[in-house]
């Protein structure tokens, strides 16, 4: 028997690291995910079984033998699935030393956080069960669509079907969603991950894989957004390596040197994302107001990346697709934790195809990454496969 899981990444319209704060942030998810699949041998009682992790995409293996993770990480033995609990430092310290025994390319030294999560949930969840695990992703990492999240997100629910907390029907055939209270225990578990990942995370990118669709989310609370007008973004790559909890740390840090000036601007961002939602929501039943609500969205976009500026989390990068993307009369901002990695531009919806086409090809010869995703869809989904 095995289960695969996948779960989306996201756009954040507004409030990214405010939303860290405290403040108000709007998300949508998008439709690219990543995909975890799950598999428990037959018989697999020995110590010298193994849970494996295979990286597909990255062509990397990971195995642990049972005996080993009872010896190091003794504290985990009963699985305790219905309560998701944060790491402590110490096993947070046996895993790394775990994964450490693995020799990550120094070019991919930045996964060891993704199998360092991957540890600690499959150990809390399934304890030290044998079985193997396959992650492939259509996500980008580390590039601020998420993929941390959609990784935890995905990875908590394949471990969960198969735990004593979800009741599910294992001869359903496609794909299904869970139901709500399972749904929320999975967020919970992702959010656990999330923290081993960002440092401090909000749990709004978990959250939205999750659940899917657009949301409102402020201090850990959801409002699922109907959107009544089209929201075209482009999303350039700017393929800029970065680190979330790096950033998300250096927020925290300029907040502690200049508490006032900070709070005034996630006070600010707040009042942007109300505001964000309440104009994605309005009717709006000629083309006229639609290009009036797109003319606002861009001016709130804009004044967002100037707070994102004031947060000091821009980039050289993001700079230069603002500054390209404007030539064409284009508003854009960052998207996720910034220093690199995406940028979002509004393409209004009576904009041209021919100027879609020339801005992504000046975009694409500063050696950026374009694409258009479908927004607001489904969160995390489940598929038995009861042949293997
Ligand atoms: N498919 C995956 N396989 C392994 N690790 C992953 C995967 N997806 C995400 N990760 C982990 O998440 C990290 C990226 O997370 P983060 O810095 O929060 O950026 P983002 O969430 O925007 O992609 C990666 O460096 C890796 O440790
Ligand atoms: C910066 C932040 O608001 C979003 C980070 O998103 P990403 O990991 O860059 O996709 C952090 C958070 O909300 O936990
Ligand atoms: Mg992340």
């Not at 062509?59 to 009963?78: C, D, T, Y």
């Not at 225990?185 to 709004?204: R, T, Y």
């Not at 964000?276 to 976009?301: N, W």
């Amino acid at each position: 028997m095995a289960v695969r899981a996948r779960a989306p990444g996201k756009i954040i319209l507004s409030g990214e690291h405010a939303v860290v704060h405290g403040s108000t942030a709007v998300a949508a998810s998008i439709d690219l995910c990543t995909q975890v699949s799950l598999r428990f041998p037959i018989d697999s009682e020995s110590d010298d079984s193994l849970i494996k992790l295979q990286l597909k995409d990255m062509a990397l293996e990971f195995s642990w033998p049972v005996g080993r993770l009872k010896k190091m990480l003794p504290e985990l033995g009963i699985p305790q699935s219905s309560t998701p609990t944060p790491c402590s430092p110490e096993t947070l310290k046996s895993i790394a030393a775990l994964v450490g025994e693995h020799n990550i390319p120094e070019a991919k030294s930045g996964l060891a956080a993704g199998v360092l999560a991957f540890l600690y949930l499959y150990t809390s969840i399934q304890g030290y069960k044998p079985a193997t695990a396959v992650v492939t992703s259509d996500l980008p990492l580390g590039a601020g669509l998420g993929s941390s999240a959609a990784l935890c997100v995905s990875l908590s629910a394949a471990l969960l079907a198969f735990s004593d907390s979800v009741s599910l029907d294992f001869s359903h055939q496609g794909w299904l969603t869970f139901g709500e209270s399972e749904l929320e225990l999975v967020n919970k578990w992702a959010f656990e991950g999330e923290k081993i990942l960002h440092g401090k995370p909000s749990g709004l990118d978990n959250t939205v894989s999750t659940f899917g669709n657009i949301i409102m989310f402020k201090s850990g609370n959801l409002t699922l957004l109907k959107s009544r007008m089209p929201l075209r973004m482009l999303i350039t790559n700017t393929k800029v390596g970065r680190n979330t909890k790096a950033l998300v740390a250096g927020v925290s840090e300029r907040t502690f040197r200049h508490p006032d000036a900070m709070a005034a601007v996630f006070s600010a961002v707040d009042s942007i994302s109300k505001e964000l939602s309440t104009i994605i929501q309005s009717h709006a039943p000629d083309d006229l107001s639609i290009t009036e609500k797109e003319k606002k969205l861009e001016e709130l976009m804009e004044m967002n990346q100037g707070l994102l500026q004031c947060m000091g989390v821009t980039h050289a990068s993001i700079e230069t697709v603002l500054q390209t993307t404007l030539k064409y009369k284009l508003t854009s901002k960052l998207t996720g934790a910034g220093g690199g990695g995406c940028v979002l531009t509004l393409l209004p919806a009576l904009l041209s195809g021919t100027v879609v086409d020339e801005v992504i090809a000046e975009l694409e010869s500063c050696g950026f990454q374009c694409l258009i995703a479908e927004i607001g869809g489904k969160g995390l989904q489940i598929c038995f496969d009861a042949s293997s």
